[in-house]
């Protein structure tokens, strides 16, 4: 009679039988050494090489003056006009 409480152990992970027992060979050491250096180095490229690109020109900055005002011709200067004219709807 078999325990409920105790169900025999599933059975673990299985071998292939097509991989070879055994370290990897030199050669794909080798390979896998040389990807990882070609990843690295163009990263490396990449990150160093960002900041050669040409940005767009900066606007310039402006000192805050203001052209002085220029007279109208019946002798007023535009310095003494309202901020915000009123708006007046036509019909």
Same mark, same amino acid.
């Not at 050494?33 to 940005?55: K, Y």
């Given at each position: 009679?078999?325990?409920?409480?105790?169900?025999?152990?599933?059975?673990?992970?299985?071998?292939?039988?097509?991989?070879?027992?055994?370290?990897? +060979?030199?050669?794909?050491?080798?390979?896998?050494?040389?990807?990882?250096?070609?990843?690295?180095?163009?990263?490396?490229?990449?990150? +160093?090489?960002?900041? %050669?690109?040409?940005?767009?020109?900066?606007?310039?900055?402006?000192?805050?003056?203001?052209?002085?005002?220029?007279?109208?011709?019946?002798?007023?200067?535009?310095? %003494?006009?309202?901020?915000?004219?009123?708006?007046?709807? +036509?019909?």
């Amino acid at each position: 009679m078999s325990d409920i409480n105790n169900p025999p152990p599933e059975p673990g992970p299985q071998p292939d039988p097509m991989l070879q027992e055994g370290p990897a +060979s030199s050669g794909k050491k080798w390979a896998i050494l040389g990807a990882f250096a070609l990843i690295l180095a163009l990263t490396v490229f990449g990150v +160093s090489h960002r900041g %050669d690109q040409t940005a767009p020109p900066q606007p310039t900055a402006t000192t805050g003056s203001v052209p002085p005002a220029q007279p109208l011709p019946d002798g007023r200067n535009t310095a %003494d006009a309202p901020p915000n004219p009123p708006v007046t709807k +036509s019909q």
